[in-house]
C-alpha cells in the first residue's frame, strides 16, 4: 500500500447521515478530482486541549481517505490517501 499524506483542505459537496443522524462526507473535490465514499467509514474524536477534532477513515472503493473536521463542520482537511 502507498501512503501519500496531503494535509489541504477539502471541498464537501455532499453529506450523509448514519442511522444515529451523525454527518459525515459523502463526496470530496480535491485537485480537480471528484471522489465518492461507499460508506459512512471509521470515526474517532481527537481532544488537544480545548479544541475537538473528528478523523474519519473513507473509502470510494479502491483507495482509503482520511479527513479530518473542526468538528464544527466549517472545514475539512485531506490528511492522506492510501492506495
Do not use: H
Not at 479544541?51 to 492522506?80: C, H, K, P, V, Y
Request: charged share 25%.
Amino acid at each position: 500500500m502507498n501512503r501519500n499524506n496531503i494535509n489541504e483542505q477539502v471541498t464537501v459537496t455532499a453529506m450523509g447521515f448514519k442511522k444515529d443522524l451523525a454527518v459525515y462526507p459523502r463526496r470530496i473535490e480535491y485537485q480537480g478530482s471528484t471522489y465518492d465514499f461507499i460508506d459512512a467509514g471509521l470515526r474517532c474524536l481527537v481532544r488537544q486541549g480545548g479544541r475537538i477534532a473528528e478523523i474519519l477513515t473513507l473509502t470510494d472503493g479502491s483507495a482509503n481517505f482520511r479527513l479530518r473536521s473542526d468538528n464544527r463542520g466549517n472545514s475539512w482537511t485531506l490528511l492522506s490517501i492510501t492506495a
